[in-house]
């Protein structure tokens, strides 16, 4: 992880980042100007990525394609721990989604997951320990499926809310043109941001970010991101608002 301890809005921290923050993009330096008019702090913005070679693998040499896939191999992905988990002896198993899991006869913990193979067969791994690291979708969906007398309702679940009001992260995105050029092709991730409004409870009276009291208390904080972009794709522009769903002209391609 490459950050630095300049946002002066964020919790502290026990201990620094272990890689320098990257340094601001050239077009930031362009949106600092703007913010410091108008009293908005830009800071850096932690990444999952190598501002410098790290524990051998390389650091970020500018691709700009951060998504779907990282050729240098400096941004993170899981692959980096599975490496260090077959190196340290563990055996790592893939295409084998769990469909439950089964606890103990006293109920207090799980003592195994019954997992399937792409061939259909049925197996069950029992441990010591379990760790239930599937994401916000998958993690409620295998506690559900993991019914049993004990808990006709799933595990975790005495609350009944194990699934259950679910929401997105709201994004809300604006764009302009500037009078020069901003070398956005080489950057493919954030490198400045602002949470200075992020618990601002003066949100929603002046600033027309919310219309009522009420809607505030409930809004999605608000943080700032300086994209560093070059402009809508053929794609995106293709499918442009004012030209959704209108057939081409005769003749074009």
């Not at 009420?214 to 522009?237: H, I, V």
Request: with cysteine; proline share 10%; net charge neutral.
């Amino acid at each position: 992880m490459a950050g630095a301890a300049d946002n002066p809005f964020a919790p502290p921290r026990p201990n620094p980042f272990p890689l320098p923050a990257f340094p601001p993009s050239y077009s930031d330096s362009i949106f600092a100007e703007a913010c410091e008019r108008l009293g908005v702090a830009m800071h850096s913005v932690p990444n999952a990525r190598n501002s410098e070679p790290h524990d051998g693998d390389s650091a970020c040499v500018g691709y700009g394609t951060c998504q779907p896939v990282c050729p240098s191999g400096a941004k993170y992905d899981a692959t980096r721990h599975i490496q260090k988990a077959k190196a340290a002896g563990a055996r790592v198993l893939d295409r084998v989604p769990v469909q439950r899991l089964e606890h103990g006869p006293d109920g207090t913990h799980v003592e195994a997951a019954v997992y399937a193979t792409p061939e259909g067969e049925v197996h069950r791994q029992t441990a010591q320990r379990f760790v239930i690291a599937c994401g916000g979708v998958e993690t409620p969906r295998l506690l559900l499926l993991s019914k049993s007398n004990r808990y006709p309702d799933g595990l975790a679940n005495s609350s009944g809310v194990v699934g259950r009001y679910s929401m997105d992260h709201l994004f809300a995105g604006t764009g302009g043109r500037i009078d020069r050029r901003t070398r956005q092709t080489h950057i493919g991730f954030l490198t400045s941001e602002c949470h200075q409004f992020y618990d601002d409870p003066t949100i929603g009276t002046d600033r027309g970010i919310t219309p009522s009291e009420a809607d505030r208390s409930e809004m999605t904080p608000l943080k700032l991101e300086f994209f560093n972009y070059a402009g809508p794709s053929p794609g995106e522009m293709a499918l442009h608002g004012d030209s959704w769903g209108r057939r081409p002209p005769r003749g074009s391609s």
